[in-house]
């Protein structure tokens, strides 16, 4: 019997919880009932999560807010963004989406993530108010983010947007500024097919007499985020030259160059994605031109970053062999993603395990996907917008171009079993006698199920895959359908 989330009878109710298996699966009656409101969707809008917030006292007023939007980069630049604030001396909290294995990773104060009973105990006190201002999912969590950042006494905080920025929950405060990581295409269902109208959705987030930080943006872009900024009177400021690199890799941490406004450094970062490398370089220039307006210190940008981890970001969490989880799940990001791996290790050391929502388009990167691994593994995480592996693999081998070498593709409908064949076949020997390599992307569902597959209880700490290190058999959950297929 399979375990994928049984749809109701009314489409738009959802799924059902119940039905849902680790880290999916809400544990606490409270936790169940706030992940209920999903079924409703999204809802873009503002007017829920502003009554919501006036009835929990408009806690966005007692301190000074930054909002971080972008298809791709914005979870890690506001991670780094939050650390600054901290080594600044700033009691700084950090809001983020969507969580891995806990809800709490959402809200953070000081680097440490919201305890699971402190958060059903914020459940519990703003259930009539949410249920009142009958607000979403999302708009719950950021205005109970909100309530608890100002009972902890927070002086900034660092708000991650859900998607888009115009109708985002986190556009109900009034930003001191505004960064822009990236524009790219994705969640066109909701904020439009091109990509002026995405920038255009996530540009509304501009206050008057406000600075917007632009980050690298596509060609044309650029131009149109001046005309839009200058019709909201937002001050612009260009931080495309904000970039970095990764210079070399021990093992452990990554030594980075980053090119700033002001000048070069060298910084140390634990984690060696060259994304991270860029967001914590636009994210270092970001915090020194709003410190300066602000009159905040600038504290030691170097050591603050060398302890920031962005979980899940082109991270090393097995060695026996090498596992790598990445959240990418767009093209833009599989791309960058994909391009960076390939260029690490020869194709014969490469296994990929690959898993897609139903809404991703990702046909543009297929043939990427095709080329990059001598071997993928396609499977599904237990959710129920996956896209089937089957579906995948035919898309898949239609994309391989005549001219390559197609790649071994199995299909592996359980994740559990999915990750076993993977770790076989990367422990066997290639000709270089080097180890293999496993990447795991697509989804944050994926990495998020394979988190605990792997026997990963929670992100706190130096990442670590105990289960797959140790050469023992991974978690499999109950009623999960075991099949290794070659199309």
Same mark, same amino acid.
């Given at each position: ?19 849902? !298996? ?32 006036? /009835? ?5 007023? @007692? ?8 298809? @791709? ?8 963004? *939050? ?30 993530? !919201? ?60 930003? /001191? ?30 206050? /008057? ?19 839009? !900024? ?15 690199? $990764? ?10 160059? !980053? ?7 060298? $910084? ?5 994605? *060259? ?30 970053? /060398? ?22 799940? @767009? ?7 994909? *391009? ?71 299909? $592996?409908?359980?994740?559990?079993? *999915? ?24 989804? @944050? ?10 026997? $990963? ?31």
């Amino acid at each position: 019997m399979s375990s994928r989330p049984r749809r109701t009878g009314d489409s738009s109710r959802g799924f059902e919880l119940l039905q849902l !298996l680790p880290p999916f699966a809400p544990t606490h009656p409270a936790a169940r009932w706030l992940f209920g409101l999903a079924r409703g969707g999204m809802r873009p809008g503002l007017v829920r999560v502003k009554a919501l917030l006036r /009835r929990l006292g408009d806690p966005q007023r @007692n301190m000074a807010c930054v909002v971080v939007a972008g298809t @791709n980069g914005k979870g890690s630049a506001a991670t780094y963004l *939050a650390a600054l604030g901290s080594a600044a001396g700033l009691r700084t909290a950090l809001y983020t989406s969507p969580h891995l294995l806990h809800p709490g990773e959402r809200i953070v104060v000081d680097g440490r993530p !919201l305890a699971e009973s402190a958060l059903v105990a914020l459940i519990e006190r703003c259930r009539p108010h949410i249920e009142a201002a009958q607000a979403t999912f999302f708009e719950a969590m950021t205005a109970m983010a909100l309530l608890h950042f100002r009972e902890q006494d927070v002086q900034l905080a660092v708000l991650e947007t859900g998607l888009g920025g115009r109708l985002d929950a986190t556009n109900a405060v009034d930003a /001191r500024g505004v960064l822009l990581t990236s524009v790219g295409d994705d969640h066109h269902q909701i904020l439009g097919d091109s990509l002026a109208q995405i920038a255009r959705e996530k540009l509304g987030l501009a206050r /008057r007499g406000r600075p917007f930080y632009l980050g690298l943006l596509p060609a044309g872009i650029d131009a149109l985020a001046a005309e839009v !900024l200058a019709a909201a009177g937002a001050q612009a400021v260009d931080l495309s030259l904000g970039r970095g690199t $990764v210079e070399a890799w021990d093992g452990r941490s990554a030594r980075v160059r !980053l090119w700033l406004p002001a000048g070069e450094a060298v $910084v140390t970062l634990p984690q060696r994605g *060259a994304m991270q490398a860029q967001m914590a370089a636009l994210a270092w220039a970001c915090w020194e031109d709003l410190a300066r307006r602000e009159g905040w210190p600038l504290g030691d940008a170097g050591r603050a970053l /060398r302890g920031v981890r962005a979980p899940c970001r082109y991270e090393g969490f097995g060695a026996a062999p090498e596992l790598l989880l990445d959240t990418a799940h @767009n093209t833009p990001a599989l791309q960058q993603v994909l *391009a960076q791996w390939s260029a690490e290790r020869p194709r014969a050391e490469r296994v990929l395990v690959f898993g897609v929502m139903r809404d991703k388009r990702i046909d543009a990167v297929l043939g990427e996907i095709a080329a990059c691994a001598a071997c993928v593994v396609l499977t599904a995480p237990c959710w129920e917008r996956s896209l089937p592996p089957r579906d995948l693999a035919a898309r898949l081998r239609a994309a391989t171009p005549a001219s390559g070498t197609p790649p071994l593709v199995l299909v $592996v409908e359980s994740v559990t079993a *999915a990750m076993e064949e993977a770790r076989r076949r990367a422990m066997a020997p290639t000709a270089g006698g080097r180890g293999q390599s496993v990447l795991v992307t697509g989804s @944050n569902f994926l990495v998020a199920e394979v988190l605990d597959r792997i026997g $990963v209880d929670d992100l706190v700490g130096p990442p670590h895959a105990p289960l797959w290190d140790a050469g023992s058999p991974l978690r499999e959950r109950p009623q999960r359908e075991q099949e290794v297929a070659t199309p």
